[in-house]
C-alpha cells in the first residue's frame, strides 16, 4: 500500500499526509529505543511513501534524534524530510541557540534541516524569541541554507498565537488538533489563523495521545473505521493541514496508520463529520465538575487559579492520563496557583454562573490530584 503524496503549494514540495512521530518509538526494558523494531517501523514508514520524520531534542533523552538519523542515512537525503526542534526550555542566553542547533546537527547527522520548528511556544515562552535572538538567529541559519522551513509548535491560548503571526513570518506552524480539542483547547482558532496567513498546519497529537483510540463507549463511533482511523480522517479532511503527524509506537500501528492514509476516502462525508462532533460533544460532557471556564470566579486574593486546576481535573476524568495530570496541577502548585494557597474564604461562590461550591470541589478535586502531583513531582 502506498500513502499518496500531495504537493503543497505553500510550501513548493510533495508530503505524504501521514507524518513519522518518534517520540513514542517501542524501547527495551532498559528504557532505551529497540532500534530493531523502530528500524522496521521506519523502513515500513519510508516504503509506504511517507517522507516527513519528526524528532525533538528531548524526545526518548536525545536518543531518538540519534535514531531517526541513523536509520535514514541509508536513503537518499533528498528523498525525505527531517524534522526537528530547539528546545525553548533551554535558552537562557543568546549563546544557548547557536550551541544547541550545532549539537542538533552532530546528533541528527544532518548537515541541514529540512523543517526546524522552535519548540513548545506559548504565552509563558513568548518573551525569550526576542530576549535571547532566537528568531533572528534561525532565521540566518535558514539564509545559510541549513533550514529549509522554518516554524514553530504550540501549546498556548489564540492571543499568543495571533502575536506570534503578527509579529513574525513563518513557514509553517504545528499544533495539537484533533476532533475534541478543536472546542476544548480552541485549536480550530488556531487553524483559522493559519489559514488566514496562507500558513501550512502540521497536526500533532491527532488522536491526543491515545485517548481518541480508546473514546467512551457512548461516543458510538461507526465501526467502519477503528476509533484512531476516525480521528485521522478528521484531521486529514482539513484543507490546510499538511502533515498529520502521528507518534507510533509499534508495527501494527504503522500498518494502520498506512491503511487508513491509502484506503479510506480524502474527505468526510455530511454523516460522518456530523457523527465525530456527536461524539466530541459526548465526551465534552463528561465532567464530574460542571465548570465552564468562564473565569467570573477570578481573581482570587490568594492567587488560586480556579478555572485551570477545574480544567486540569476535567481533562483528567475524560482522557484519564495520571503523568498528564499530575504535571498540570504540579505546575499550578509550582507557580503558587494550587489548592493549597487556597483559604476557603468563599469569595469566589457567589461569583460562579454554575453555582460550583467552588472551595468544596476543590478540595475534592484535590484529593485525586495532588497523589498525581506528588508522583510525578520531578518532572515539573
Same mark, same amino acid.
Given at each position: 500500500m502506498q500513502v499518496q503524496r500531495v504537493f503543497n503549494k505553500q510550501l513548493g514540495v510533495?508530503?505524504? *499526509?501521514?507524518?513519522?512521530?518518534?517520540? !513514542?518509538?517501542?524501547?527495551?526494558?532498559?528504557?532505551?529505543?529497540?532500534?530493531? =523494531?523502530?528500524?522496521?517501523?521506519?523502513?515500513?514508514?519510508?516504503?509506504?511513501?511517507? &517522507?516527513?520524520?519528526?524528532?525533538? =531534542? *528531548?524526545?526518548?533523552?536525545?536518543?531518538?534524534?540519534?535514531?531517526?538519523?541513523?536509520?535514514?542515512?541509508?536513503?537518499?537525503?533528498?528523498?525525505?524530510?527531517?524534522?526537528?526542534?530547539?528546545?525553548?526550555?533551554?535558552?537562557?542566553?543568546?549563546?544557548?541557540? *547557536?550551541?544547541?542547533?550545532?549539537?542538533?546537527?552532530?546528533?541528527? !547527522?544532518?548537515?541541514?534541516?529540512?523543517?526546524?520548528?522552535? =519548540?513548545?511556544?506559548?504565552?509563558? !515562552?513568548?518573551?525569550?524569541?526576542?530576549?535571547?535572538?532566537?528568531?533572528?538567529?534561525?532565521?540566518?541559519?535558514?539564509?545559510?541554507?541549513?533550514?529549509?522551513?522554518?516554524?514553530?509548535?504550540? =501549546?498556548? &491560548?489564540?492571543?499568543?498565537?495571533k502575536r506570534l503571526f503578527a509579529n513574525y513570518a513563518w513557514d509553517f506552524a504545528m499544533i495539537q488538533h484533533n476532533y475534541v480539542d478543536d472546542i476544548m483547547l480552541k485549536t480550530g482558532e488556531q487553524y483559522d489563523i493559519m489559514a488566514a496567513h496562507n500558513v501550512p498546519c502540521m497536526v500533532m497529537s491527532p488522536i491526543r495521545g491515545r485517548y481518541l483510540a480508546e473514546p467512551p463507549p457512548q461516543a458510538n463511533l461507526d465501526d467502519a473505521y477503528t476509533p484512531a482511523a476516525w480521528a485521522l480522517r478528521w484531521c486529514r479532511d482539513k484543507s490546510n493541514v499538511a502533515v498529520t503527524l502521528s507518534g507510533m509506537s509499534n508495527l501494527a500501528q504503522v500498518e494502520e496508520n498506512i491503511r487508513t492514509f491509502a484506503q479510506a476516502p480524502l474527505k468526510l462525508t455530511p454523516d460522518e463529520a456530523a457523527m465525530l462532533a456527536r461524539a466530541r460533544d459526548i465526551m465534552l460532557g463528561i465532567k464530574t465538575m460542571p465548570c465552564t471556564y468562564c473565569g467570573y470566579c477570578m481573581d482570587c486574593p490568594k492567587g488560586v487559579d480556579i478555572p485551570r486546576i477545574l480544567e486540569v481535573y476535567n481533562q483528567f476524568k475524560l482522557f484519564p492520563n495520571e503523568f498528564r495530570a499530575g504535571i498540570g496541577y504540579g505546575k499550578l502548585v509550582r507557580d503558587g496557583k494550587g489548592f493549597n494557597k487556597c483559604t476557603e474564604c468563599g469569595i469566589c461562590t457567589p461569583q460562579c454562573p454554575q453555582k460550583i461550591a467552588i472551595p468544596e470541589s476543590l478540595a475534592a478535586v484535590q484529593t485525586e490530584l495532588e497523589p498525581l502531583r506528588q508522583r510525578f513531582i520531578a518532572s515539573v
Open positions: 510533495e508530503l505524504a *499526509p501521514l507524518g513519522f512521530g518518534a517520540m !513514542r518509538l517501542p524501547t527495551l526494558d532498559n528504557g532505551k529505543i529497540d532500534w530493531g =523494531h523502530a528500524t522496521k517501523m521506519v523502513d515500513l514508514a519510508y516504503e509506504a511513501g511517507i &517522507n516527513y520524520f519528526d524528532t525533538a =531534542h *528531548p524526545y526518548h533523552g536525545g536518543e531518538s534524534q540519534v535514531f531517526l538519523g541513523e536509520t535514514l542515512k541509508k536513503y537518499p537525503r533528498d528523498s525525505y524530510y527531517y524534522v526537528t526542534k530547539l528546545p525553548t526550555w533551554a535558552i537562557d542566553t543568546k549563546e544557548a541557540s *547557536p550551541r544547541i542547533f550545532e549539537e542538533q546537527l552532530v546528533n541528527c !547527522r544532518m548537515d541541514y534541516f529540512d523543517f526546524y520548528m522552535i =519548540h513548545g511556544l506559548g504565552e509563558d !515562552r513568548y518573551d525569550i524569541i526576542d530576549r535571547h535572538g532566537i528568531y533572528d538567529y534561525l532565521l540566518a541559519q535558514k539564509k545559510a541554507g541549513r533550514i529549509r522551513f522554518l516554524g514553530f509548535s504550540y =501549546h498556548g &491560548n489564540t492571543e499568543t498565537f
